[in-house]
């Protein structure tokens, strides 16, 4: 059962699709000021790919719904939008990890 319960934690926690992430981006920045972007639009999108394309697609999603939701006039940086992820997402499967490696060491004492 709790290796099921992992493998169904590593799909939740995959790193949202590129085009998931500029989609969710996209839709926030509807909501403030146009930026006047420095560098180049391009660079501007990889680097936000970069900083925050490590995210599952609902913790992203959670973390643009909780900057619309504040009391905030402009678009985030990426790490204002990083400081609003709950993180507890990592830790799911760990703590699933740990609980199989005891269960495993229980069975094999048993067996003793």
């Not at 678009?75 to 699933?96: F, H, R, T, W």
């Amino acid at each position: 059962m709790l290796k099921g319960m992992r493998s169904s934690t590593m799909n939740a926690n995959r790193p949202a699709e590129e085009s998931e992430v500029v989609g969710r981006l996209e839709a926030l920045f509807q909501h403030y000021p146009p930026r006047t972007m420095t560098g180049g639009q391009a660079q501007v999108w990889r680097d936000w790919i970069e900083d925050v394309g490590h995210l599952p697609s609902d913790v992203l999603a959670d973390a643009c719904r909780k900057w619309r939701r504040a009391d905030n006039r402009f678009a985030p940086s990426p790490g204002q939008l990083l400081a609003l992820v709950d993180n507890g997402y990592k830790y799911d499967e760990k703590i699933i990890d740990l609980a199989i490696k005891a269960l495993e060491k229980k069975a094999l004492d048993a067996r003793e």
